[in-house]
């Protein structure tokens, strides 16, 4: 079962925000002030702490915390 | 930390300068490519990594601080900072061997990207080596 916490630690810790502004509904770029670069490294982050591999186009797939949250849901993390 | 860095030193020559004898601004960011391409090539391999991915410049920058002159020795130093899994930032450090005074500092926030234009992680031998030269004010 996904550890929610700990994604929303990597999150915070990797976008510089405080983990109580980061929601599912969260939009990376709109709400979390993030750029595609930024995003990229949250998902390589993601790979190196859930020791999973994302294919690179599933990457701009990721819009919002939740859209990740489904997505490693659907990997079985 | 001690304070590595990767150098490069040359004199400023009359193509540098405008009718003052004063460097044009646009110089330091050529300066900077050529020291970035001079410390490439001390990764190993660096040619057989470039068949994968292609360097990209995201961001650069360059502070002003002195003016130099025409036949004026520069040191850069070439260190490396806010390393991350898919860009780090190099950093320019021009000394002016002469007064060794800090005469600029300058950056480039760098990334890698494959053939389908993603941004991937910087290739581990790059890595290993720009992990050596840690930038230090």
Redesign the interface.
Known sequence: MLDKNKLKSIIGETLGVKEENIKEDSKFIDDLGAD??DV??LV??IE?QFNIKIP??E?GKFKTVKDLIVYLEGRGV | MKNDSFNYDFIVTLKDVNMYGTAYFARYFEWQGICRELYFITVPNFQEILRDVVLVTKYAWNDYRKQIHVFDHLLVKVQNRSIKRSSFEMMFTYINKKTNEVVSVGGETLIFMNSKGNIVRIPEGIIQVIKKHPYVE
């Open positions: 595609s670069l990229t490294e390589l982050s190196d690179d186009e990457v």
